[in-house]
């Protein structure tokens, strides 16, 4: 079974640099792409980028381009999410899921981790 | 990026009745649009991928449909569970944008 476990919750503030992890198991980690979703609070979904850890190819949605770092360590199976300067809007729920297949398109997120908080405040 | 659209972005309802929720695309998507179900202060879960194929374990009662740009999420007889929010996302190309979000409440 396809299990995802993420980082627990963090608390920050302005300026600060954090990473936080989802590590796979269940399946083979190199072979299926690894997403971060946003969820501020009270807020929808949105799909920040995504990594296939065979060869580390990853893809931003433009609205995160530069703001966060994809990575992965396949020797851990383990994916990461970080920031180098956060601010109060990064404040939010962050979610790992990974596709059903090696594609990147034509796809859908198949499991998901059960979410990182992450609360940026002063 | 493609844009996604939902409608309506809130729905109230009663046990047993059915219920429809569209997603709009921006540019045709062909058939590669998704659904998830999200409960309060839970991960969303796979609904349909495809447009129309039931993830397994999913009730027969959800069923999608629409090619192109108009989709919709359809949920017959419904129970006590499927109260929730349901999200659209397309994958026909990066970023795989997600529509809003669609608030179905109890009535």
């Known amino acids: 079974e396809v299990h995802l476990v993420q980082s627990g919750a963090e608390m920050k503030k302005p300026g600060e640099s954090l990473k936080i992890s989802c590590k796979g198991s269940g399946y083979i980690f190199a072979n299926y792409w690894i997403g971060w979703v946003r969820q501020m609070p009270g807020k929808g979904l949105e799909w920040m980028g995504i990594?296939?850890?065979?060869?580390?190819?990853?893809r931003y949605s433009p609205s995160f381009q530069g703001q966060v770092t994809i990575s992965v360590d396949k020797s851990i199976s383990t994916a990461y999410l970080q920031w180098g300067s956060l601010k109060a809007s990064d404040t939010a729920i962050y979610y790992c899921?990974?596709?059903?297949?090696?594609?990147?398109?034509?796809?859908?997120?198949?499991?998901w981790g059960q979410g990182t908080l992450v609360t940026v405040s002063s | 990026d493609i844009q996604m659209t939902q409608s309506p972005s809130s729905l109230s309802a009663s046990v047993g009745d059915s219920v429809s929720i569209t997603c709009r695309a921006s540019q045709s998507i062909v058939t590669y649009l998704n659904w998830y179900q999200q409960k309060p202060g839970k991960a969303p879960e796979l609904l349909i991928y495809?447009?129309?194929a039931l993830q397994s374990g999913v009730p027969s009662r959800f069923t999608g449909g629409g090619s192109g740009t108009d989709f919709t999420l359809t949920i017959s007889s419904l129970q006590p569970a499927d109260f929730a929010t349901y999200y659209c996302q397309q994958s026909y190309s990066a970023p795989h944008t997600f529509g809003q979000g669609t608030n179905l409440e109890i009535k």
């Open positions: 899921a990974i596709y059903s297949s090696n594609w990147l398109d034509k796809n859908w997120f198949k499991s």
């Open positions: 990594i296939f850890p065979g060869d580390s190819d990853t």
């Open positions: 495809s447009a129309s």
